[in-house]
């Protein structure tokens, strides 16, 4: 299992409602977030579930929400006595360092590109429709884009990434290459969804934006901050799998992405910090150790921590598992 998965989908495919945020995503969120990934804190399931109370989600929601990640191996539980307490299991914080490279880090930069496009060829008749869904769902989560019926180019997917991920769904004669070579017109916006992708960044703008003058002006209760945190922090995570991060030269003018990363980056850092007194407040009432263990950081932090000890790669093996779990 990966935190990354976890946190972000609540079915096989991509999120198609950003507004759309479950009680699993904010139990993953909440623990994976406010307490150190290197260390095994146990959360007893009443803090949990009194804390994300304040944040609008129902008891009965949360209790569903343990129970259903213990059964997936995202979370170990351990009984003592009458209480029974939660943490994320190993695999699963091992996987958090990653995941906090790819949201954090994302929109942070324009990545290089070099002009070589990675591209891959396939054929699927319509008796394995089910299985071609899947593939072209698998293309899209990766970056790429259609430019014909059966040949899908991305301008920076890693060609050995691409092929670990697709090893179970392309067809035998499917082929995987890279080539700088390239005769014809490409029109960006038919082989990706920009136009929706560019709705949802402004959406999340307009969402978010007036949320900065009232941190700032300290008319935001600790409550409202933490529903906030989550909230943001579980809509930006849509991002990098949504947007292939095309060049420059292959976006519409004025492409909204810096101006909601900057969004994101003022809203989540004013509210995990606000969030996190009124966590360790309501875990203390169950819990000193884990309450004295919330540790929140700021997106600068987080970035700066996961430099220190370098780059991690994205486990999509144990990704597609995830997939064919939920199925």
């Not at 539980?77 to 307490?85: A, I, P």
């Not at 980056?265 to 407040?281: F, P, Y």
């Amino acid at each position: 299992m990966t935190y990354f998965y976890h946190a972000i989908f609540d079915s096989p495919y991509l999120p198609r409602d950003l507004e759309a945020s479950s009680a699993q995503s904010a139990v993953t969120t909440l623990l994976g977030e406010l307490w150190p990934c290197e260390d095994a804190v146990l959360v007893p399931s009443a803090a949990i579930v009194a804390t994300l109370a304040k944040a609008g989600q129902s008891e009965a929601a949360v209790r569903a929400a343990l129970s259903r990640l213990s059964r997936k191996g995202t979370l170990d539980v351990v009984k003592d006595g009458r209480q029974t307490s939660y943490q994320l299991s190993d695999e699963v914080r091992a996987s958090i360092p990653a995941s906090q490279v790819m949201t954090m880090c994302f929109g942070t930069y324009i990545r290089p590109w070099t002009g070589e496009w990675t591209i891959v060829v396939f054929s699927l008749p319509e008796s394995e429709r089910a299985r071609r869904a899947e593939l072209r769902e698998w293309l899209r989560w990766l970056g790429f884009g259609p430019a014909r019926d059966g040949v899908w180019i991305a301008p920076h997917a890693n060609i050995d990434l691409t092929q670990e991920a697709l090893r179970d769904v392309l067809p035998v004669d499917g082929l995987i290459f890279k080539s700088s070579q390239l005769i014809g017109n490409i029109n960006p916006s038919s082989l990706w969804p920009l136009d929706s992708l560019a709705v949802d960044y402004q959406r999340f703008i307009d969402s978010f934006r007036p949320a900065i003058y009232r941190l700032r002006a300290g008319s935001i209760t600790p409550a409202e901050a933490l529903k906030l945190w989550l909230t943001i922090l579980c809509q930006w995570r849509c991002f990098p799998a949504l947007d292939p991060d095309l060049p420059p030269s292959a976006l519409p003018p004025d492409w909204p992405r810096r101006e909601a990363r900057s969004v994101f980056e003022a809203v989540h850092d004013e509210t995990v910090l606000l969030a996190s007194t009124l966590v360790r407040q309501t875990v203390a009432q169950y819990s000193s150790a884990a309450a004295e263990a919330v540790h929140p950081r700021t997106v600068a932090e987080i970035i700066a921590a996961q430099a220190e000890v370098g780059q991690f790669d994205i486990n999509l093996a144990a990704i597609k598992q995830d997939i064919h779990d939920l199925v």
